[in-house]
């Protein structure tokens, strides 16, 4: 077998699922405010009706002319559900007659709700410094997600367990230049730790033809976290008393994931890693985001947004084990082949009265994964397997990432004159695709599938107050 391709096919799924639990393009997280969910995040650069804008324009302290602060939470409830055909294969002189063996079970492999729910926390604070300058400081999260595969499923070996946490710590600092343009600035400490397994199934299917006891056994498990920091700007532009438009950038990260590296199966079963130190990048995305807001009237405006991401960057993941031989440095762990995409966002609020905010948006939400086939992938799986040739899609099964549309409705009460509470709830769904993948350890395996169901629900609250 391929010793660049052994590695690589290890572990593709086991980083490569590091998605969904945010149900946003890859594993990018829209969940920084209440207020914004309940418009779809349109316009949430721009409008500033609490201090949550800090978490997307830095620019936005500018807007406050006293002491602001906004804390909340979104709970996120996913729903994937897969199902496809697994085939084992077993190369020649291995099986019983001495033939290759093409095990495909009679029942397609299922796994149903396995991107797991989470809560997504903000907060964010404006401070005036004087009539030109002033402070912010945001805490929230961009990049996450928790994704868990049963152990039961037959194809573990390509995607099992997946969890990653992100925190962003964002000081910022706005100067309003004349009333009319502010700009601001921002120095972003991005701290991740992830966790990434993948595994042969329990009660494997192969161990009685083989003649071996692999069922349950990890093939990797890596554990690691570390800091970043990255920079974000931004400008509002207040047109009229009721019209403004922002613009803002957010400057990549790039961690370096330092941690532990285990195996029961690698570099070989009478010496696998046992608590080997290892790092592994992982390249996150640079975003621009535009944005617009027009009041018409005492009752009724309007909130227009769009989101552009450089997942580009993100083509491959390598890993480095120092003490490991020369396969595993640097370890090719996957070919995700993303590709830069676009959000499109619109947005509208009622003003029922001077107590009630009602609000209601629609978002469409392109993915990261390419469509169509890895023909790299498939011809090398050939080049490794005696010409045998499998279609291999660029969507992988650790990452079933489609394009995705919003719905969402929200309101905000005014309790005084200085607190507030926000509400909102989204339904999220995506388009089922066809997913085929291949992992060559403990033996060939091949799913041949397709995301049955992408689906979430999202629930946020948020309290706000300006002192």
Known sequence: MNKKYLPHAVLAAAISSVSQGAMAAAFYISETSTSGLGRAFAGENTIGDN??????????????DT????IGATFVDPEIDVAGDVTYFVPLGVGPDGNTIFLENSERARANDYATTAWVPNGYLAAPINDEWSFGLALYTDFGLETDLPNSF???????????????????VAYDINNTLSIG??????????????????NFALDPILGTDLSGASILNIEGDDWDVSWTVGA????????????????????????DVNSDLLPSPLDPF??????????????????????????????????????DDLQRLEAFIPSADERFNPLLVGELNFESGSRYSIGGEYFYNDKLTLRAGYAYDESAARDGFNREETEMIAADNGGLELSITQRILGIPDTDRQWLTLGATYNVSEKLSIDGG????????????????????????GNTTK?????????????F
């Open 236 to 259: 509002l532009w207040r047109i009229s008393e009721n019209t403004r438009a922002g613009i803002s950038y957010h400057a990549e990260y790039d961690p370096k994931l330092k941690g």
């Open 185 to 202: 600035a921002s120095v972003n400490f991005l701290y991740a730790d992830a966790r990434l397994r993948t595994t042969v199934p329990t």
């Open 51 to 64: 201090a949550a804008i800090l978490g997307r324009n830095p620019a936005g302290s500018a807007l406050f």
């Open 425 to 448: 709830v989204a339904y999220l769904w995506g388009d089922d695709e066809r997913i085929q993948e291949f992992a060559p350890v403990p033996v060939p395996t091949y799913f041949d």
């Open 154 to 172: 037959r194809g573990t070996p390509i995607a099992n367990k997946t969890r990653l946490i992100t925190v962003n710590i964002q000081p910022s």
């Open 67 to 70: 002491y602001t602060f906004s």
């Open 454 to 466: 992408t689906e979430a629900w999202l629930y946020g609250v948020s309290l706000n107050y300006h």
């Open 274 to 311: 046992d608590d080997a130190n290892g790092n592994l990048s992982l390249d996150l995305p640079d975003t621009l985001e535009l944005g617009f807001y027009h009041r018409f009237n005492n009752k009724w405006a309007i909130a227009l947004g769009y989101m552009w991401a450089d997942w």
